[in-house]
């Protein structure tokens, strides 16, 4: 059904309730802003890194964290440094064979059954009740680890899932 309220902490503590529709609808809009623009604090996404990588990471530099080529700019902090470094390992691993990224049909069946269906839909408009629903089915499972699969062994993944919501 419909949202018909919303509680909202307030900076004192206290919990303030919104009923009305267009007081609900901004409480949603300034959660789901905040909620999604938390990846942009990260360190990662800050700074000279930033410059380097962009949104997208299709940069030379992404190649040269890929193959363990890459010096972090002056700054950079250590868990970023160390993610960068794992990031050129499993690389390696997975160029020399020793990593094989496969999805199962039980695999995506034991995820997709447990999830929340009020999790928000993806750009593609798949809403995850789609996926959820897809678990129960052995031949849309099947189909959709494969996917999963072949994105993962190949890199390649649709164009739409680069945008988020």
């Not at 059904?1 to 009305?20: I, L, N």
């Not at 094989?100 to 034991?110: A, G, L, P, S, Y």
Request: hydrophobic residues 35%.
């Amino acid at each position: 059904g419909a949202v018909t309220f919303v509680d909202e902490k307030t900076a004192d503590g206290t919990t303030m309730r919104h009923s009305k529709k267009e007081t609900v609808e901004q409480a949603i809009a300034e959660e789901i802003l905040t909620r999604f623009s938390r990846a942009s604090n990260a360190p990662i996404c800050q700074g000279a890194l930033f410059g380097l990588l962009g949104y997208g990471a299709n940069t030379e530099t992404a190649i040269e964290i890929l193959e363990g080529r890459f010096t972090p700019p002056e700054g950079t902090d250590g868990p970023t440094v160390l993610l960068l470094d794992e990031i050129a390992r499993i690389w390696s691993e997975m160029e020399g064979g020793k990593v094989n990224i496969v999805v199962t049909k039980d695999d995506f069946q034991h995820f997709w059954k447990r999830m929340n269906e009020r999790t928000a839909s993806s750009y593609s408009k798949l809403h995850i009740g789609h996926y959820k629903s897809a678990a129960y089915s052995e031949e849309l499972s099947t189909i959709h680890a494969l996917k999963l699969s072949l994105i993962s062994q190949t890199g390649s993944a649709p164009e739409r899932g680069a945008r988020g919501l």
